[in-house]
């Protein structure tokens, strides 16, 4: 079993930046891959960014240049820099853990939620 924790959501303007955490606890080969995604008001979840325990990356097009992921390995924690934000990145942002930075995982967070005012 995997729990997901994250932290780090909230209310900033327009072309400001958050910092998003996740903490995993549980097995790692359920953690190979580690991410974000996003759902705005009355879309669909959807991809923001993934990264794989050797570094691959993940990323939606919308957000590439302005988003950037890392994970630090030994303490099983993701993070999600997020730069330049614009209304349209507003949402909640969930953790996300499976074994393919190419297919969303089993594993969920309880989801931050991020606002960006215009």
């Known amino acids: 079993q995997v729990q997901l924790v994250e932290s780090g959501g909230g209310l900033v303007q327009a072309g400001g930046s958050l910092r998003l955490s996740c903490v995993a606890s549980?097995?790692?080969?359920?953690?190979?891959?580690m991410g974000w995604y996003r759902q705005g008001p009355g879309k669909q979840r959807e991809l923001v960014a993934v990264?794989?325990?050797?570094?691959?990356?993940n990323y939606a097009d919308s957000v590439k240049g302005r988003f950037t992921i890392s994970r630090d390995n030994a303490k099983n924690t993701v993070f999600l820099q997020m730069n330049s934000l614009k209304p349209e990145d507003t949402g909640v942002y969930y953790c996300?853990?499976?074994?393919?930075?190419?297919?969303?995982?089993?594993?969920w967070g309880q989801g931050t939620p991020v606002t960006v005012s215009s």
């Open positions: 996300n853990a499976g074994p393919s930075i190419w297919a969303m995982g089993d594993y």
């Open positions: 549980g097995s790692s080969f359920r953690t190979n891959a």
């Open positions: 990264i794989s325990r050797g570094g691959s990356t």
